[in-house]
């Protein structure tokens, strides 16, 4: 990333980002929650990047470099917390469960008039409190620093419905699945069918948050039917990709 901003504060607030926006790259002192009320939101850092649907929040740690990305038109909701206030005590961006009731006290404490009274102050502790018992998500896509297993995973992010095997893969970046396997392994903490069904659900986000219907993703991500794909994104995300389809055109 190039030509990074830097802002002290992390803001507060809400505003509209439209389909295929960017905000590029910044950091803060302080820690950020980033909330998409509608669309889907993507946050990249040299480490990877992270996806979040409606009823998922990303956590960003002060002073990371990061970049945002709309898909979909994306409501979007920053929450600014001070360095000294870190609620899960998290030192990387990580994806959070967004219950109901987080989601209300986001979209009300960033809508809302940002002057100091004892309502918002309570608010605000309410809204931590459930920040500290928000579930973590492992919706991160690493990326790679071996360059082989870099060339590999750009095959695959190129094409996520490209069905060959790590050997086959292996063939055309000029390694043994053995030494592949092991890259994964060490390199990004997860094995090479993990890391996969990572890249095909972060890609059915997006292509969810552009209206493409379930059908179609599923085939371009590269399961092998529809209902596979369902059931894996029901047991990931708590919702079937139907009703994520159908908030993203309620959304357009």
């Known amino acids: 990333m190039t030509n990074i901003r ?15 926006g960017v ?34 929040a990303i956590f960003v740690p002060a002073g990371t470099v990061h970049a945002h990305r709309a898909h979909g038109d994306v409501d979007l909701h920053l929450l600014g917390l001070p360095a000294s206030e870190n609620p899960l005590a998290l030192a990387d961006p990580t994806v959070l469960a967004v219950s109901p009731l987080l989601r ?26 459930q920040l500290r018992i928000s579930p973590q998500q ?12 870099l060339d590999l995973c750009r095959i695959l992010q190129d094409d996520p419905s490209d069905q060959r095997t790590l050997e086959d893969l292996g063939r055309e970046v000029g390694a043994s699945a ?36 379930v059908t179609t993703v599923a085939h371009r991500c590269g399961w092998s039917s529809t209902s596979a794909f369902i059931d894996v994104f029901k047991r990931t995300f708590g919702q079937t990709p139907g009703s994520h389809e159908s908030r993203g055109r309620r959304a357009g």
């Open 178 to 213: 053995r030494t592949l396997s092991r890259l994964f392994r060490s390199d990004l903490g997860m094995t090479f069918p993990q890391w996969r069904t990572q890249l095909r659900l972060h890609r059915a986000l997006i292509l969810l948050a552009e209206n493409t219907p």
């Open 138 to 149: 492992p919706l991160h896509l690493p990326t790679p620093s071996n360059t082989v297993l």
């Open 23 to 56: 905000i590029d790259a910044h950091r803060h002192d302080d820690h950020q929650i980033v909330y998409a009320g509608r669309g889907v939101l993507s946050v990249t850092t040299h480490k990877g990047s992270w996806v979040a649907p409606g009823n998922r």
């Open 104 to 129: 209300e006290l986001i979209v009300a404490y960033t809508s809302g008039d940002p002057a100091a009274t004892p309502e918002r102050a309570r608010l605000r502790a309410v809204l931590l409190d």
């Open 6 to 20: 830097h802002q002290p504060s992390a803001p507060t607030r809400t505003q509209l980002v439209a389909a295929g």
